[in-house]
């Protein structure tokens, strides 16, 4: 099979246009699972060893912004950093991240629970009971996508 990549500023950065020949559209399911099933990998720095290290983008939990750095903790507790501020990495990131004030990304796949807190805040938190809080001017947003 030959694949011909197409740029089309029209369409949306997270819709993926593929072409095919109509007697090729029995395969369609197949071409999509494929493309939902390659999982996208995030490169950090291991700060042990100042190694550069793959993770996988769903065992993200947390970024959270360290001057001109970002701070990356997976799920398993681990910390990471990232080269990148956190406005160009949230721009990188799919729909399962939000962020939720100017310092941190949560990964919405991890979020417990979530409440109303004082001065119109939400508190966000995660499945290994870390907490963070929505400031007011994301909290639109968080309602939004979370509601």
Request: aromatic share 8%; with cysteine.
């Amino acid at each position: 099979m030959k694949v011909i990549f197409e740029a089309d500023a029209g369409i949306d950065r997270s819709v993926t246009k593929v072409t095919t020949n109509p007697a090729e559209q029995e395969n369609w399911i197949h071409i999509e699972e494929a493309l939902n099933n390659a999982e996208q990998k995030l490169v950090v720095i291991n700060a042990k060893n100042n190694r550069n290290v793959q993770i996988l983008l769903s065992s993200v939990a947390v970024i959270e912004s360290e001057d001109r750095m970002c701070s990356v903790r997976v799920i398993t507790g681990e910390m990471f950093l990232l080269n990148k501020r956190l406005k160009f990495v949230e721009e990188s990131l799919d729909s399962h991240f939000l962020k939720i004030n100017n310092q941190t990304i949560v990964n919405t796949s991890y979020i417990k629970e979530f409440s109303s807190t004082d001065n119109a805040r939400i508190k966000v938190i995660l499945n290994d009971n870390s907490s963070y809080f929505v400031s007011r001017f994301y909290i639109k947003n968080f309602r939004g996508k979370l509601s």
